[in-house]
Nanobody, 120 residues
Framework: QVQLVESGGGLVQAGGSLRLSCAAS????????MDWYRQTPGMQRELVADITSDGSTNYAESVKGRFAISRDNAKRTVYLQMNSLKPEDTAVYYC??????????????WGQGTQVTVSS
């Protein structure tokens, strides 16, 4: 059964840090691009950061220089280190495993989300 299980969310004061983890029991983990998205009520889910199979990373402008995405293929886990948190970072954060284009009928998967709340 495919599962993406996020952890590490919580309540933190502005300027603080949190580290999110996503344990992925998904096939072909090492060759999947893995992403972190976030969503606030009434807003579209937005891409925060992604990391490709070769370790290349991409960040939303709003988090550049503050967040860092990483992965451990041996543990099938992707991380999001969030520093210098701001109240506007408050959202539900979702882990996403992209489909693998070279694998027929490959699917993408979402975690259940973890709440991050940053108080001012």
């Amino acid at each position: 059964q495919v599962q993406l299980v996020e952890s590490g969310g919580g309540l933190v004061q502005a300027g603080g840090s949190l580290r999110l983890s996503c344990a992925a029991s998904v096939g072909f983990f090492s060759i999947r691009t893995m992403d972190w998205y976030r969503q606030t009520p009434g807003m579209q889910r937005e891409l925060v950061a992604d990391i490709t199979s070769d370790g290349s990373t991409n960040y939303a402008e709003s988090v550049k220089g503050r967040f860092a995405i990483s992965r451990d293929n041996a543990k099938r886990t992707v991380y999001l280190q969030m520093n210098s948190l701001k109240p506007e970072d408050t959202a539900v954060y979702y882990c996403h495993a992209a489909r693998v284009p070279s694998i027929p009928f490959s699917s993408n998967y979402w975690g259940q989300g973890t709440q991050v709340t940053v108080s001012s």
